[in-house]
């Protein structure tokens, strides 16, 4: 089973401001991409409870934000996109019947295929998925993640939270430190999903215990998503592992920092949060 990071390069049709950018916008439109091929599969994405088998950025390469007006705290004039402005789209899948349908639409649809976000049209100028291509943009397989098992275990991990990232804890809580017990947590969780193996408390127990911060750069950011702002950790940080002994779960935490490309990482990943890439 293959896991795919597609970056969307984009051409503005007309001249468009947004206001928020969240990437709600962009879910809708994977969504409708999905529908048009599969809509028995695009109702059931839309439906279904729990994590999901892909993630969506926000719009990415934007100008520069106007600022807001004085005295009106949070009220920003947004981002204005002239005619033939270039950004691009992100978009993780982590099924391939979903892949499928998602590279289907474009390969036997129009010649010129656009996508809506909000108000705003953009021609599709082309879609990498090639390792290498971009840097957001490749493809693994369960099999080649599954290989770092037989690897030694590193003495650290060190990420990049490219997009506001925060972790749901009980009911009402929103964790946004990227605390060791959360983010593995949350990584094995996608494995689970992905393949059933079910080391969750195993991985979260091991982390705590086993896992400090080295080097971090974090600050807070908020995203507004369907008119609401979400604060997320941005930034970057490293954990040392302190264990020595080359462990299973060690080893497995390796398998679980290089699915974090794909699978993000804690909540509304489908709507723009949580875009990470391991760095080391």
């Known amino acids: 089973m293959k896991l795919y990071s597609s970056v969307i390069r984009l051409t503005n049709v007309h001249p468009a401001t947004f206001t928020q950018l969240g990437g709600q916008y962009g879910h809708a439109a994977f969504l409708e991409i999905v529908q048009s091929v599969d809509p028995a599969l695009s109702a059931q994405l839309h439906d279904a409870k729990g994590r999901k088998p892909f993630t969506v950025s926000a719009l990415q390469g934007l100008p520069t934000k106007k600022p807001g007006i004085k005295g009106q705290v949070g009220k920003e004039t947004g981002f204005h996109l ?11 899948i982590l099924d391939e019947k979903l892949f499928g349908a998602f590279i289907t639409h474009f390969l036997q649809g ?3 295929p656009q996508i809506r976000l ?12 090639t390792p290498g291509s971009h840097p957001w943009a490749g493809y693994t397989t369960l099999a080649e993640l599954q290989s770092r098992l037989e690897q030694p275990a590193p003495h650290k991990f060190a990420f990049e939270l490219f997009s506001p990232t925060q972790f749901g804890y009980k009911d009402d809580w929103k964790i946004l430190m990227p605390l ?7 990584l094995a969780n996608a494995w689970k999903a992905l393949t059933g193996e079910d080391n969750v408390r195993a991985v979260e127990e091991y982390a705590e215990a ?13 995203v507004l998503i369907e008119n609401k702002p979400h604060p997320g950790a941005v930034g970057k940080f490293e954990y040392w592992l302190t264990d020595k002994t080359d462990q299973p779960l060690a080893r497995g935490l390796n398998l679980l ?3 974090a490309f794909y699978a993000g990482l804690g909540r509304k990943t489908p709507q723009g949060m949580g875009m990470t890439s391991r760095i080391s």
Not at 118 to 129: D, Q, Y
Not at 180 to 186: A, E, M, S, T, W
């Open 82 to 92: 002239r005619e033939g402005w270039e950004c691009w789209l992100r978009v993780t």
């Open 110 to 112: 129009s010649a010129r």
């Open 118 to 129: 909000g108000e705003a049209h953009f021609l599709v100028s082309e879609i990498l998925t």
């Open 180 to 186: 060791p017990r959360f983010v593995f947590g949350n």
């Open 210 to 222: 086993n896992l400090i911060f080295g080097n971090y750069a974090l600050k807070t950011e908020n």
């Open 257 to 259: 920092a290089d699915l």
